[in-house]
């Protein structure tokens, strides 16, 4: 079931009227079972991948619980780990590990015939297995305790606004919500609200139709050269952070609407100052989930400066292949890592955490004058760069399309003429204003909450911009239903 789609709008305000009809005791039923139909929407055969992962993780914790020794709390939850890393890699990645060990042995002239499975990957599998893992490592560690309830542990892993595309949550965050006392507040829900238009509103209108001049160009990438190359990255730099930016506000919109906090998953990326600072901006939940249950236990920044660099790109590479099954995502991860190890080599931090934090703070928050935007104009064009791998089907096509990006550049003025002419310059044109508003809203959020100062304005002031926000809206939007581009992980 589509955020934005027909099911959802009447799908929605059900679940809202039957949650807060519900006396509060069952309230849980009726998110899980919400949720669980959610899901099944999708695929009915997939709710057992979820149930198995689910009920196999909360026997373990419990049964983790009962036992002194650290041997046998460490046996049950490396088994938890283990099963849900199977299920993830059976549907995920065999086929992907299979073919890379035939292509490894042909090299040495042996031949192996391999196996088809065909599988279609279950959605939202790799976001649900991560919750579940933090919940057992954490269990396992002491940060948590385990929650015996399996209701509510059930929705908990399954809470529909977030279950196929994140934010990937933590269980201090989430868990305590799921059945604790819950009053509406017409503040809180109009919020949502709010949030849930933008999200729409970056989803409909910017990311599917910046998503048609990417598909055309990306279908045949040999018909384009140029500037034409550069504008199809440049949108698809942006057709994915709306897309994917735009689900999470829907999600966090939704969840306020039953009186539940999500955590922010994005805070502004494309003004950030270094790409260190881009990966505390973007992405908020996967790339913490990384940093606590990768970087971290691998030794973070408290080893050798090798060993640092090591951790980095291990933890980044897995980044990349959590992605997708494919060397272009490993690429893409290996990238962002390398990068960030650069930086650590010509902007050392200083010793000490306060001093560390005083540097960071320093970057983020100095004043934004033309060196400021220098930085966040050289990150952003390293990050669009990057994403040519993400969005590229093999390793050739990228290389192709940055190979090709400089042809004509000798005559600037026809180089970037013939660029826009390879697409449709109406639609080019109705672009502008959208992501015009985005670039401000974002600016703006760096600050400040854009939505809450909406809200403080004069009455007259407040409606004017909500009525002209509808009417582009309605306008601009693309209603070709098109799945969210992180549903494919």
Request: glycine share 6%; charged share 15%.
């Amino acid at each position: 079931m589509l955020f934005n789609s027909l099911a959802f709008a009447v799908f929605l305000p059900l679940v809202f009227l039957m949650y807060w009809a519900a006396p509060q005791k069952y309230r849980c039923v009726v998110l899980l079972i919400s949720s669980y139909y959610f899901y099944m929407s999708w695929n009915v055969k997939y709710v057992a991948l979820i149930l198995f992962t689910t009920g196999i993780s909360y026997l373990c914790v419990v049964w983790m619980e009962k036992f002194q020794k650290k041997a046998v709390k460490r046996m049950l939850m490396a088994g938890a780990v283990a099963a849900s890393l199977l299920v993830l890699f059976f549907f995920k990645y065999f086929d992907f590990a299979q073919n890379t060990l035939v292509r490894l042995l042909q090299s040495f002239a042996i031949e192996l015939h391999p196996v088809t499975l065909s599988l279609m990957l279950p959605v939202g599998i790799s976001f649900y297995t991560f919750q579940t893992l933090s919940y057992v490592v954490d269990v396992y560690k002491g940060d948590v305790e385990a929650e015996h309830n399996f209701l509510k542990y059930a929705a908990f892993i399954s809470f529909f606004p977030q279950l196929v595309a994140g934010p990937i949550e933590r269980t201090k965050n989430l868990l305590p919500q799921i059945d604790c006392e819950h009053r509406f507040t017409y503040e809180k829900g109009s919020y949502g609200m709010k949030l849930m238009a933008w999200g729409f509103f970056k989803k409909l209108v910017i990311a599917d139709n910046l998503a048609v001049f990417v598909d055309k160009v990306f279908e045949d990438v040999e018909a384009y050269h140029g500037f034409a190359l550069v504008l199809a990255v440049f949108f698809f730099t942006l057709q994915i952070y709306c897309d994917f930016s735009g689900y999470s506000d829907i999600a966090i919109g939704t969840a306020k609407l039953f009186d539940i906090d999500l955590m922010t998953n994005f805070k502004s990326p494309y003004f950030s100052a270094s790409v260190k600072e881009f990966w505390r901006r973007w992405h908020i939940s996967l790339s913490s989930w990384f940093r606590d249950y990768v970087y971290i236990p691998l030794g973070g920044n408290r080893v050798s400066k090798l060993r640092n660099v090591l951790n980095v790109m291990i933890t980044f590479c897995l980044s990349g292949l959590w992605h997708g099954a494919a060397f272009t995502y490993v690429i893409w991860g290996g990238l962002h890592g390398a990068l960030q190890c650069v930086e650590n080599l010509l902007f050392p931090k200083r010793k000490g955490r306060k001093a560390e934090r005083k540097t960071e703070g320093s970057m983020e928050h100095a004043g934004r004058g033309p060196v400021w935007w220098l930085k966040v104009a050289v990150v952003f064009c390293l990050v669009a760069g990057a994403w040519c791998f993400f969005r590229a089907t093999s390793v050739g096509q990228a290389f192709y399309v940055l190979g090709h990006m400089k042809d004509g550049l000798r005559h600037p003025a026809s180089y970037i003429l013939n660029g826009i002419r390879a697409f449709d310059i109406k639609a080019l044109k109705q672009m502008i204003i959208p992501v015009g508003l985005l670039a401000v809203y974002d600016y703006a959020a760096l600050d400040r909450d854009p939505l809450a100062a909406v809200g403080k304005l004069p009455s007259p002031v407040r409606k004017a911009v909500y009525y002209g926000f509808l009417l582009m809206v309605l306008l601009l939007a693309s209603f070709n239903s098109q799945e969210f581009v992180y549903f494919q992980f």
